[in-house]
């Protein structure tokens, strides 16, 4: 077994998980829970900014480097897909995994931005409306919804994709997502705490500022 997966990431995987989730259920049901949508995407701003700070400065597998590959790579491992062994073992994401992170990363950050630039023109206006023409504002409302339907769907593919690998190629994708390790031989990630924290501050700190200076809301995460 290998440690790949630091605490971290783990953490970062499955609060995504449920922040989405929430965000969701309170943009559905709108009323006083609006308030709650925003401290949610606030939170989810934060994360997604963790995320991309720790994809640069974190544990080895956590890294972009590991996972982000070219069009030749990606193109050389779909056939492998649809072989149940074909001695393709991923310590990090394989080229395809890659892509969904990506993906999903860009999503979240396009219906953040959207939405903080979004009114409802009753109870809810985003800290980025006032910067903006209410043209613009409206373009942004109508692209948040339009953004989140993709991401369902992105998302539910992901789901599915993992789920393939995890029934027919017996690659114990969401343990590892558990407990952090993946049976297959190689080097161990090494977790330091002490970045964490510091990429922590500094993404609630990055998201408070850009809130504070270019809005007029504010939260204390």
Same mark, same amino acid.
């Given at each position: 077994?290998?440690?790949?997966? &630091?605490?971290?990431?783990?953490?970062?995987?499955?609060?995504?998980?449920?922040?989405i989730?929430?965000?969701?259920?309170?943009?559905?049901?709108?009323?006083?829970?609006?308030?709650?949508?925003?401290?949610?995407?606030?939170?989810?701003?934060?994360?997604?900014?963790? @995320? #991309?700070?720790?994809?640069?400065?974190?544990?080895?597998?956590?890294?972009? @480097?590991?996972?982000? @590959?070219?069009?030749?790579?990606?193109?050389?491992?779909?056939?492998?897909?649809?072989?149940?062994?074909?001695?393709?073992?991923?310590?990090?994401?394989?080229?395809? *995994?890659?892509?969904?992170?990506?993906?999903?990363?860009?999503?979240?950050?396009?219906?953040?931005?959207?939405g $903080?630039?979004?009114?409802?023109?009753? $109870?809810?206006?985003?800290?980025?409306?006032?910067?903006?023409?209410? &043209?613009?504002?409206?373009?942004?409302?109508?692209?948040?919804?339009?953004?989140?339907?993709?991401?369902?769907?992105?998302?539910?593919?992901?789901?599915?994709?993992?789920?393939?690998?995890?029934?027919?190629?017996?690659?114990?994708?969401?343990?590892? $997502?558990?407990?952090?390790?993946?049976?297959?031989? *190689?080097?161990?990630?090494?977790?330091?705490?002490? @970045?964490?924290? #510091?990429?922590?501050?500094?993404?609630a700190?990055?998201?408070?500022? #850009?809130?504070?200076?270019? *809005?007029?809301?504010? #939260?204390?995460?």
């Amino acid at each position: 077994m290998t440690k790949v997966w &630091d605490p971290s990431i783990r953490i970062f995987h499955w609060a995504t998980v449920a922040i989405i989730g929430g965000l969701w259920y309170t943009g559905e049901q709108g009323g006083d829970l609006i308030y709650l949508h925003q401290t949610l995407g606030f939170s989810l701003a934060a994360l997604v900014l963790y @995320r #991309i700070i720790w994809g640069f400065w974190g544990s080895r597998y956590a890294r972009f @480097r590991e996972f982000v @590959r070219g069009p030749g790579t990606i193109l050389s491992y779909l056939p492998s897909m649809f072989r149940r062994n074909d001695g393709h073992r991923h310590l990090s994401h394989n080229p395809m *995994g890659g892509i969904a992170v990506l993906t999903i990363l860009g999503l979240i950050l396009a219906q953040l931005i959207t939405g $903080m630039m979004s009114t409802d023109d009753i $109870m809810f206006d985003g800290p980025f409306v006032s910067l903006v023409s209410s &043209d613009i504002s409206d373009i942004a409302r109508d692209l948040h919804g339009w953004i989140f339907a993709i991401l369902q769907i992105v998302v539910v593919i992901h789901v599915l994709a993992v789920v393939w690998h995890q029934r027919f190629k017996g690659e114990p994708l969401i343990q590892s $997502m558990i407990h952090g390790s993946k049976p297959y031989e *190689g080097e161990h990630a090494r977790f330091s705490a002490l @970045r964490a924290i #510091i990429a922590i501050v500094l993404a609630a700190g990055i998201s408070q500022f #850009i809130i504070r200076f270019f *809005g007029d809301v504010s #939260i204390a995460f």
